[in-house]
């Protein structure tokens, strides 16, 4: 059994400070001891670590191919954490279907609604198989600062008993649940682009774009930001991890990789694709607010897997994931009803709804980092920066972002990218960061202009990034097979000609 | 034989019926239209976006009747749809040819 180092990555983690003596026993303590507290705590958790397992090794990672440490590593794994990022890994999916199809589909017109509901479903398929044939490996396996290798293609070398990492030394998940859990955020990533221009493009170049989106665009920059050694191999190879990771980049649970980098595409697209016959002139009001309503509530459920799962530890940072979760998203969709009524005297549904995704959206990359009470902040701000531009900005440059992936997406996970640079500062209550290069980890100096410093740019490098590969593909796929339908199939509507089934038969 | 449609406000509708059953009328045919007189649409707003819609929501009530009947039929319509403000609707109507009972072939008044 080998402990194999591939894991979503960040740079800090608290907790796993109490396994000073990298023993076994030293995880079911573990939570209880945290880096503030007195030394003494730490010192004595490692006297009883040492106790329980000092039969194995006195001190380092449990680590290596070497029998003698077969029972201790069998100890790496916990249950509960197992369980956890199974459970997440379901919840995630249930943010794309339904969540997201009916979130999107609800604001579509009736005669488009089938047609959203089937890209949604038939991208998180395709994307479910292409991260098991090579994504997986392309993110997650050492290769080069940019993207991984493909040692672990087709998942080979993967069975029940290889592991992943965490953010703990010697606390390790099964590698099939680390999978899973990172092949539902590849499969939503490229399902939340099609908002941008839904309405009016043809469905088989929209999944050929995904395959190749999701390869050169999804992979390289999950791998830039969540791929590294691991808490317990860092330290032997203080080189290997992806680039924004190295930059010391701070994503707990996707800003850069899922919002920025489907926000920016979306972008990109709307503007390539072109606008809506019509947009501008007819009305294009959303079909079923009923349904958007329940997708976007389901968002929010589903959510806490996306954000509290990607601890991929179920513990007291997994929970602070949660709460922010919670309260950042309540915030933003307050904030967002509060500017309706100053601005336009009504508060609306569909404003909830999305001042709340914009809250989520914001709060992902700093839900491990920030405190309760920053998150409210973060989410307060979120929603009024997306509503600059999903109600102001939008309207005035009148590009046809029909769903506003980018407002809400980008918009909202720069924010959220940019101010987990502040929110994870320990003077605010935030988490800090850890420094793996020595074994167990310690805390870091956090610098939070430096910090801030470094989101951006990591901010900049995804949206050039990501913007640049969407180009050439939308491009390449306007120029060859075409993305628009007719102007009469799509004044007909994508349900009858692209599908030949319409949403509703009354 | 006339044939009156009438265009009123849809929360009018059941006193409508109400009282045009009391003047013994036994049947109609009620839709849900749209439509604009002097009374404007209202605006939609959608992350922004506004949409005027023109069109105001109304309820269109068809009724078949004897020449003698008629008078009544339409001011009892007009007294129960009435709300004194702007989009109370319209009384229309119209002359009826002909008029048969599909089920018996009756023809004229007594198949009304």
Known sequence: MVAHKDMKGFTHMKRMIATAGGMLGSMMLSTAAWAQEAAAAVAETATDAAATAAAVVTEGPIKGSDPAFADAMAGMVDKGDTTWIIVSSVLVLMMSIPALALFYGGLVRTKNMLSVLMQVFMIVSIAALVWVSWGYSLAFTSGNEYVGGLSKAFLQGVDATTLAATFSNNVYIPEYAFIMFQMTFACITPALIVGAFAERVKFTPLMIFTVLWLTLAYFPIAHMVWYWAGPDFLVDAPTDYGKLWGMGALDFAGGTVVHINAGIAGLVGCLIVGKRVGFGKEATPPHSLTMTMIGASLLWVGWFGFNAGSNLEANGLAALAGINTFVATAAAAVAWCIIEQIHHGKPSLLGAVTGAVAGLVAITPASGFAAPMTSILLGFVAAAVCYLFVAVVKNKLKYDDTLDVFGVHCIGGIVGAIGTGIVADPALGGQGFFDYTVFPAVPGTYDMAAQVITQIKAVAITLVWSGAVSALLFYGLKLTIGLRPTEESEREGLDLSDHGERAYNY | ?112
């Not at chain 2, 009972?101 to 008044?109: K, L």
């Open chain 2, 1 to 112: 034989m006339k044939y009156i449609i009438a265009i009123i406000k849809p929360f009018k509708l059941d006193e409508v019926r109400e009282a045009l059953a009391s003047l013994g009328v036994a049947g109609m045919t009620v839709s849900e239209v749209k439509g604009f007189g002097r009374q404007k649409g209202q605006t939609e707003i959608y992350r922004g976006a506004e949409y005027s819609t023109n069109m105001v929501p109304k309820v269109k009530i068809e009724v078949a009747a004897s020449d003698g009947l008629t008078p009544q039929i339409v001011e009892t319509i007009q007294a129960a749809a009435r709300t004194e403000s702007i989009g109370d609707g319209k009384i229309f109507v119209l002359d009826l040819g002909a008029a048969t009972r599909i089920r018996t072939g009756e023809a004229g008044d007594t198949a009304l």
